[in-house]
């Protein structure tokens, strides 16, 4: 038996309402937040990035799975935001965690899928025995280019889970992944914002990948839709996962809990997993979760969960996805955001 | 902050590392090698919890070099729940709204980098303590 036994979430303090963003590009907010059902996104702080956010997550999941950082054998960060081209991001986390040195890291990138990615690795390494716990994170600060529509949506935030054997409070039941090479978005070395080519957005990306996941994993383990109780799909905005579960023969009640775009943003590496620690906050013992990302470029990962009785006690210890999304937030203005993500140019 | 020096304060600057004398159980931060009080040689090492009260703080409005663009900041000593106080930044918070006495937590960030293609120093700042 192999599956989660800690997690926990960093998400940024500061936000940005589409109406602020739409007003500096005179684009029409309204149409925006119903075309995209999505109001405001994360900002992060001038000091937050991938491996800050990465840090803050990992502490609340040590705290929920009580564990020594030392049983740790490894920790993964998917990220497409990591600080640097070349230095890694997983050693300056586990440096903070104190696992070092007795750890393998990796810093993983596959676009809004990186996060699942490592949970995928980590998962299969405990379960194969070589180590007794491991740590994978999706953390991500990602930047759309000034006034282009993924401006409305790239945001900030990390969700971190902590895989064993023993103590857990989500069973893996199962895995399926889903991979082509497909051309809908990228960033090349050196670039600063990302190019996306707008025909292969939506359908032969996003759909045809949760789509191809989600039946793999359907007919793999015999289940139908109304099994689950609950779904998370990856959310570039609010309005693919919605579309792509009614598809699929799933409802709101099943989603509801882990649709977090409408008042994040996309959060890439960390949307989906963000979403899936959302549900872990409010999920009853014994049921079924079907979480499945998505990446550009292009590939879902799909897993099948199953909570335990042990979620209960341990999910009080560390602070809650939706506490964090709800208080203490903080509005910034444009010029205050363009100056927070680096969009201003000064001098050298 | 030069490159070696940032690498060698890594255990307290990343994860507050300190150390507790095995003698009269003073906790020094950063570690030390000797005591202060009593002299002695021989430590354990803890890492501090992280909480703690603000017993007094400054804001910097004039800037040092490399930190002009975050001003007006505040920087404040912490008494932390081992009783040691604790110097650092307070981000996160409108500095005119911080009050002596306040509860605080530390939080990992960036600290400064040696320009936009120089290393990124990481270290424990302070922020407000809001459960998160
Ligand atoms: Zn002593």
């Known amino acids: ?348 | 902050m030069n490159i070696p020096r940032h690498w060698r304060e890594t255990p307290e600057r990343y994860r507050l590392e300190a150390a507790k004398c095995r003698k009269c159980g003073k906790i020094a931060f950063p570690a030390r090698l000797i005591c202060p009080d009593c002299g002695h040689k021989e430590f354990e090492k803890i890492n501090l919890s992280g909480k703690g009260k603000l017993l007094t703080y400054t804001i910097i409005r004039t800037a040092p070099e490399g930190f002009e663009d975050i001003a007006p900041y505040a920087v404040g000593i912490v008494e932390m729940e081992e009783g040691v106080s604790v110097m650092g930044q307070v981000t996160d918070c409108d500095p005119e709204e911080l009050k002596t006495g306040d509860t605080l937590v530390t939080k990992f960030r960036r600290m400064s980098e040696e320009g936009k293609t120089g290393l990124i120093m990481y270290s424990y700042k302070f922020v407000p303590d809001i459960g998160v």
């Open chain 1, 1 to 348: 038996m192999v599956g989660i036994i800690g997690y926990g979430t960093q998400i940024p303090r500061y936000r940005i309402k589409v109406e602020e963003i739409a007003k500096v590009w005179g684009a029409d907010a309204e149409t925006l937040k119903r075309g995209l059902n999505l109001n405001e996104k994360s900002v992060p702080a001038p000091d937050e990035d991938c491996a800050t956010l990465s840090v803050g997550a990992a502490r609340n999941a040590l705290v929920r799975a009580g564990i020594d950082p030392a049983l740790i054998g490894a920790v993964y960060v998917g990220s497409e935001s990591h600080p640097y081209a070349v230095k890694p991001t997983g050693t300056i986390v586990s440096e903070a965690l104190g696992i070092c040195p007795h750890v393998h890291t990796a810093d993983l990138e596959f676009a809004c899928k990186a996060g699942t990615e490592g949970m995928f690795i980590a998962l299969y390494l405990v379960k194969s025995g070589v180590m007794t716990c491991a740590l994978a994170i999706g953390a991500d600060t990602s930047q759309g280019a000034p006034g282009d529509a993924l401006e409305y949506s790239a945001s900030a935030g990390a969700a971190a889970f902590i895989m064993g054997r023993e103590n857990i409070i989500a069973e893996l039941l199962d895995t399926h992944c889903y991979m082509t090479d497909t051309p809908d978005f990228w960033r090349r070395e050196n670039a600063h914002y990302p190019e996306h080519s707008g025909r292969f957005t939506g359908e032969p990306a996003y759909k045809k990948h949760v789509f191809g996941a989600v039946n793999a994993i359907l007919d793999k383990t015999g289940m139908k839709p109304e099994d689950f109780d609950y779904l998370i799909f990856h959310q570039p905005n609010g309005k693919f996962p919605v579309q792509a579960a009614r598809q699929l023969g799933f409802t709101e009640a099943q989603y509801h809990y882990g649709l977090l775009t409408p008042v994040l943003g996309n959060t890439y590496s960390a949307s989906s997993p963000l979403g899936f620690a959302a549900t872990l906050d409010e999920a009853d013992p014994d049921q079924l979760i079907l979480l499945v990302s998505y990446g550009s470029g292009a590939g879902s990962d799909a897993f099948v969960f199953r909570t335990t009785e042990r979620l209960l006690k341990n999910r009080d210890l560390a602070p809650k996805v939706r506490k964090q999304l709800d208080e203490h937030r903080k509005y910034l203005e444009y010029g205050v955001y363009a100056k927070f993500r680096g969009k201003i140019l000064k001098p050298e």
